[in-house]
């Protein structure tokens, strides 16, 4: 069964950083994108960041030069470097894997997600 297990999650003032690890554990598939999504409260779930099966990489636009996507695939893990954090950023964040030929960042896209980690920003 295929687990993914987020952390690193915490409460920071503006400017501050953070970065989330995800595990991702017995995933079999075909090909292997992998991304971080967030959801704020009364909000839909939006996609952050991805890095697709080919090695490619997509962020979000409100993001970009702020966070950095990585992953180390021999220790199936997945990373999200949030440098610059804005209190717009607060949200619960998940891990999520996709076996799509066409990722993107597109929440029904991705067939496996974690529980979440939640990023808190003060002002």
């Known amino acids: 069964q295929v687990q993914l297990v987020e952390s690193g999650g915490g409460s920071v003032q503006a400017g501050e950083s953070l970065r989330l690890v995800c595990v991702i554990s017995d995933y079999t598939g075909p090909r292997r994108s992998v991304a971080w999504f967030r959801q704020a409260p009364g909000m839909e779930r939006e996609g952050v960041a991805l890095i697709s099966w080919d090695g490619s990489t997509l962020y979000q636009d409100s993001v970009r030069g702020r966070f950095t996507i990585s992953s180390d695939n021999t220790k199936n893990t997945l990373y999200l470097q949030m440098n610059n954090l804005k209190p717009e950023d607060t949200a619960m964040y998940y891990c999520?894997?996709?076996?799509?030929?066409?990722?993107?960042?597109?929440?029904?896209?991705?067939?496996?997600w974690g529980e979440g980690t939640q990023v808190t920003v003060a002002a």
């Open positions: 999520a894997v996709s076996d799509s030929w066409y990722p993107a960042l597109i929440a029904s896209l991705f067939q496996y």
